[in-house]
């Protein structure tokens, strides 16, 4: 499996900062949960200059949601393709990535769906792939 484009790692990277808005937004955090999403900012490698460019103030984060079906399920796939880019998959991140998704209004079977199709995906590297468009076949498929 490749490695996530530059378009999608900031498609990640802003789906991670709406994920901690949301559970910093709560009077406490886990520290379970706290665990994984530091896990995840490292792996994302996040600097300050990320925040700046993303015009993140951890301070005034607030949870959003975003687009359309189409675009929240998009933010969903790419983070679930980086939860299985490390090859170490934990509990913990798909319970935080369901949250996520029933949080954007998904059923919590989505994630599961979503990680069987990226895990069992062909890895063909000649063939470009549109990740936009296995979005919307999967939402057809799955009608969610």
């Known amino acids: ?23 910093l937004g ?10 994984c999403l530091l896990k995840w900012g490292f792996q994302l490698k996040l600097t300050p200059e990320d925040l700046k ?12 949601s975003i687009g359309d079906k189409v675009d929240k399920l998009e933010a969903i796939y790419h983070l679930v393709y980086m939860i299985y880019l490390d090859e170490v998959v934990e509990d913990i991140e798909l319970e935080v990535a369901t949250i996520y998704a029933g949080k954007l209004g998904f059923k919590a079977g989505i ?15 000649s063939n470009t792939r549109n990740v936009r468009q296995e979005v919307i076949d999967f939402l057809n498929l799955y009608e969610v």
């Open 1 to 23: 499996m490749a490695a996530l484009k530059d378009d999608q790692i900031k498609s990640v990277q802003m789906s991670y900062f709406n994920i901690l808005a949301l559970f």
């Open 26 to 35: 709560g009077d406490v955090i886990e520290s379970r949960f706290l665990r």
């Open 53 to 64: 460019n993303a015009d993140v103030d951890i301070s005034h984060l607030s949870f959003t």
């Open 111 to 125: 994630v599961a769906e979503l990680f069987k199709s990226i895990a069992t995906e062909t890895s063909d590297e």
